[in-house]
């Protein structure tokens, strides 16, 4: 591999059942990547949710561990299926009937960034596709996966919070004033990847630190929240959407002078968090 696919911070002391993910905020850009691509590095990093590792990152010194990608989005996509492969793209991939995600040119292996734009100039190999699959997405699943049975071994239940950020574009139509429209929007699938008591007390340490909450709209959730939000059997996934605008320079894709503000406001929400997770005391060993 010519970049790490993730890292992972552990607590000195595990202390709660949450786990916090960031899996669009990578920002290791392979080189050879970079030379394939027709974008200027800024246009490249567009759908890149950065410095969400920043904003969460607090999450280890609460007693929960924390998994980050280092690729970007642009480059294999964690929160989509690896079957989603797009014809278009990739050489040597049939039409199977129509999934919006992969139409528009987001599958696993994206074809466009923000605002429709074109990575690449020609299609990539099926070998290719199937090398960054191997190499990046699994092992970022297999980890994520060791995370979420080691925390529910330990706890009983685990907690997935799966960290990303939104344009403020995207939240601008969801009410007709700015007063009421959402800062942080909770996906769960709606209801079906988290119990409600689990996604009720999210909502409420988020709303606690000061931010606007909606569930659900614009965003449920993706792939990670759908596959991994299990919560019959005590596995709960909940993904949070933040809009950049608060923290960053959309354009310049910079922080801006609210940056610490806002980090400080997520890490009270963190700590209402995991004070939820360690509310399940591990468990005895056999």
């Keep these: 591999m010519s970049a790490q696919a993730y890292s ?14 960031s899996p669009h905020s990578g920002a290791d850009y392979p080189k050879a990547f970079v030379e394939q691509s027709i974008l200027d590095p800024k246009r490249l990093r567009s759908s890149e949710d950065a410095f969400v590792d920043a904003l969460f ?7 929960m561990p924390m998994l980050t990608a280092r690729v970007p989005r642009a480059f294999v996509d964690f929160n989509r299926s690896c079957e989603e492969l797009d014809p278009a793209l990739i050489d040597g991939v049939k039409r199977r009937g129509q999934n919006p995600r992969v139409a528009s040119g987001l599958g696993v292996i994206p074809r466009v960034v923000s605002n429709g734009r074109t990575i690449y100039r020609g299609k990539l190999s099926l070998a290719e596709a199937r090398a960054r699959i191997e190499n990046y997405w699994q092992p970022y699943h297999a980890a994520l996966q060791r995370l979420l049975d080691a925390s529910r071994s330990r706890f009983g239940e ?17 009410a007709m004033h700015r007063a009421q429209r959402p800062e942080i929007v909770l996906g769960d699938r709606f209801g079906a990847a988290a119990d409600r008591k689990v996604m009720d007390r999210v909502e409420a340490a988020f709303a606690a630190a000061g931010f606007r ?9 993706a792939y990670i929240t759908q596959t991994y939000g299990r919560p019959s059997r005590g596995q709960h996934a909940i993904q949070v959407e933040i809009d950049r605008s608060l923290y960053m320079d959309e354009a310049n894709i910079t922080p801006n002078e609210q940056f610490e503000a806002v980090r400080g406001r997520l890490t009270r929400a963190l700590r209402d968090i995991a004070d939820q997770g360690s509310e399940c005391q591990p468990m005895a060993a056999e």
Excluded at 57 to 63: E, K
Excluded at 213 to 220: D, G, L, T
């Design 8 to 21: 992972i911070e552990m607590p000195q002391e595990w202390q709660s059942s949450v786990v916090i993910a």
């Design 57 to 63: 990152s607090a999450a280890p010194d609460l007693g």
């Design 158 to 174: 685990t907690i997935l919070i799966d960290c990303h950020s939104m344009p403020h574009e995207a939240v601008e139509g969801v």
């Design 213 to 221: 909450v909606a569930r659900n709209s614009p965003f449920a959730g």
